[in-house]
């Protein structure tokens, strides 16, 4: 800042409380205190105290593991859920000795149906959608879906305290709601949440997958106790996204649930994938038009810069992109090409570009839905590619039929 360094400026202007000061009398702030200010924000901390206490809190419990320390979770038979693999192996790293529980169904996309057989129903749509992509066929993913519920079923019969590790995205809330639904019916003694909507770092936070072993340890002393009006929202949230009407969840998204914070506005991010009103895209379509018509860029690329630049709430994996992206291709006319560089054939590496159409679309020239786009299905609502269907008002954060 005392150099005139165009790049300070910017810093302090995106996280400085007083950036108007800063930008019309930059020197009154190039200050080492006002400097240590705008580190911390970027961050994510508020101050620069609170910053040297994190810096110390994540220190001192790196000792404790280091040290071997006695588990954090002893003294109680305890189980712990999570919506994937990702954090089982830095659990044991942080020296947890619990069991481990991978509940990692993406609830938030394809059909999540009421009644007996949805289970066979989400089989066959992950083997279709992300069979290929995973290496695991049709019986592989069914056994899996039914282990993870049969681990739902038997969790407080076989352990006195259940953890629930889930984050604040769509993925995450959507499996946390039919975790809480479970257990609104059959509770284990104790039931504890860790649901972080942030963390501190240098890197946007998207998930507990990220965090080194220290931070679960930290995490796992801010943990919370589930309370009953938070089980039944989870069994409400759970028959709400299940029914073919998607107004209850834009309405529970509204109004929200204090003992629930991350929930609601994960289910307003879910709702937003049904079409607009605006232009009939899904708000992940809109996004990759968005990223797409700056400049072509491959399909990893792409991902990478909507989970760590545009999407207001990342959620999806990669594949979960690929699916979405394959859709888009096949529209009539298409809204995407593509064409590989080199002799490298790997997904991740086809460049993308927009059609003519593609720009139209985006434009709002032509409605996504007058293309044709292939039916989805979004829990219980089918998206049926064709107007009339149930729409996402953005205004007025409502859902209506047009």
């Known amino acids: 800042m005392r150099a005139g360094d165009p790049a300070a400026l910017r810093r302090f202007l995106l996280h400085h409380p007083s950036a108007p000061e800063a930008a019309m009398q930059p020197a009154k702030l190039a200050r080492l205190s006002e400097a240590q200010l705008v580190i911390a924000r970027e961050l994510g901390l508020p101050s620069w105290p609170r910053l040297k206490a994190h810096v110390e809190a994540m220190d001192r419990v790196w000792n404790r593991i280091a040290r071997g320390d006695a588990a954090p979770d002893r003294g109680m038979a305890t189980l712990h859920i999570r919506c994937g693999s990702d954090i089982g192996p830095t659990l044991r790293q942080a020296g947890f000795t619990g069991d481990f529980l991978e509940y990692s169904d993406p609830l938030c996309q394809g059909p999540v149906l009421d009644g007996p057989g949805w289970l066979e129903r989400r089989a066959d749509f992950l083997a279709e959608r992300f069979g290929a992509g ?85 995490l796992w002393e801010e943990r919370v106790p589930v309370p009953e009006a938070a089980l039944r929202a989870g069994q409400a949230v759970w028959d709400m996204l299940r029914a073919p009407d998607p107004r209850p969840l834009a309405d529970f998204a509204r109004d929200g649930l204090p003992e629930l914070p991350q929930l609601a506005r994960a289910i307003r991010r879910h709702c937003q994938e049904l079409p607009w009103t605006l232009d009939g895209l899904g708000l992940s379509e809109r996004l990759i038009l968005q990223i797409l018509a700056g400049a072509p860029r491959s399909v990893g690329q792409v991902f990478s810069d909507l989970m760590m630049e545009h999407e207001p709430l990342p959620w999806m994996s990669d594949l979960i992109l690929l699916s979405i992206v394959e859709d888009m291709r096949k529209a009539e006319p298409s809204v995407l090409e593509g064409a590989f560089e080199g002799e490298d054939r790997y997904w991740a590496k086809e460049r993308l570009a927009l059609t003519p159409q593609g720009h139209a679309v985006l434009a709002g020239q032509a409605d996504w839905l007058s293309l044709r786009p292939p039916p989805r299905w979004l829990g219980g609502v089918l998206v049926p590619g064709a107007a009339p269907c149930w729409r996402w008002d953005e205004a007025s954060a409502t859902v209506v039929k047009a």
Do not use: N
């Not at 019986?139 to 590790?165: D, F, N, P």
């Not at 499996?175 to 284990?188: D, N, Q, S, V």
């Not at 003694?189 to 931070?215: D, N």
């Open 134 to 218: 995973t290496g695991q066929g049709r019986e592989e993913i069914a056994g899996r879906l039914a282990k993870a519920e049969q681990g739902l079923r038997s969790a407080a019969r076989s352990h006195e305290r259940v953890v629930l590790w889930f984050e604040h995205d769509s993925y995450d809330q959507l499996i946390l709601a039919r975790c809480l639904a479970h257990f609104a019916e059959a509770p284990p003694r104790r039931l504890e949440l860790v649901s972080p909507g942030h963390y501190p770092g240098g890197t946007r936070f998207i998930g507990l997958g990220q965090l080194p072993p220290e931070a679960l340890r930290l």
